[in-house]
């Protein structure tokens, strides 16, 4: 598959396509949420397949350091490819699983948590979250720990008071642990951006997801958009990757074709069923 080709992931709805990367010249922004040996989920990987994702990843874009975020006015912004790797949700897996892997990359992330969460133990991996005590040790190991909300609300269809409550309580918390450093960045569950958004304060950056359009980060500083590896596709990865790599340096697609892809994983969720449609 050629750079001016624009992958087609087949089985994923065209809303939740991966192909769009970032705007050209701006880093590309991957968000995971699992990193585990057995769990199904659009964004989970098995420890193998993660590190195999950002080492291909790697191979076209420089690691982004999570602190040219937050060390000035406005974000760092790179003049070469680069990526910036994050977590969603806060789950446990992400320093168990994921954390000797990124520190074997010599990758620093974000991990956008949810404060009201922190602590809450399971034996299965989707209710079973960090302690704040092993975020500070990610902070200590140079992540960034930043704000998803408390509780993981649907921010797109909740009221306002319970927006707001949400959105600036999160920061308030990451802010009282982390610095107001930290408090400058957040994340939209489901990507769902509400029609309060301008509750941000404007040195705010806010991530989206595939929902969100690929813009520059002056024009869209809380709308950015991520994008993500498939799980299940692991042969389509090499053309996605290359796909990005086009789009940072503003080639156009000429047209969409369809990635070859593995079968799916048939390993269960840990509610014993497939959430893979579930966008969070």
């Not at 446990?92 to 991990?111: K, S």
């Amino acid at each position: 598959m050629n750079a001016s080709t624009a992958p087609h992931i087949p089985g994923i709805p065209d809303e939740h396509q991966p192909a769009t990367g970032s705007a050209p010249g701006w880093p590309l922004v991957l968000y995971f949420h699992h990193v585990h040996p057995d769990l199904r989920h659009y964004t989970a990987l098995t420890p193998r397949d993660f590190e195999h994702g950002l080492e291909r990843v790697l191979e076209d874009f420089d690691p982004y350091e999570p602190s040219g975020l937050v060390a000035g006015d406005t974000p760092h912004r790179p003049d070469r490819p680069t990526v910036l790797i994050t977590f969603d949700d806060g789950y446990r897996d992400n320093i168990t699983h994921a954390a000797p892997i990124l520190e074997r990359l010599g990758i620093r992330a974000v991990f956008f948590v949810c404060t009201g969460l922190l602590g809450r133990r399971s034996e299965q991996p989707r209710q079973d979250h960090l302690t704040y005590e092993e975020c500070d040790r990610l902070a200590a190991d140079g992540h960034l720990i930043a704000a998803h909300t408390r509780t993981h609300p649907h921010l797109d269809l909740a009221p306002a008071d319970q927006v707001s409550e949400e959105t600036l309580g999160s920061l308030a918390d990451i802010k009282a642990r982390y610095g107001p450093g930290a408090a400058r960045l957040f994340a939209y569950p489901y990507g769902g951006i509400p029609g309060t958004a301008d509750l941000l304060a404007d040195d705010v950056l806010a991530f989206g997801t595939v929902r969100s359009a690929a813009e520059p980060w002056t024009a869209g500083p809380h709308t950015i958009r991520r994008t993500y590896l498939p799980s299940g596709s692991v042969p389509a990865w090499d053309g996605l990757v290359d796909h990005w790599r086009a789009q940072w340096t503003g080639t156009t697609p000429a047209r969409t074709a369809t990635a070859p892809s593995a079968p799916a994983a048939t390993a269960p969720s840990a509610s014993g069923s497939p959430d893979g449609e579930t966008h969070d």
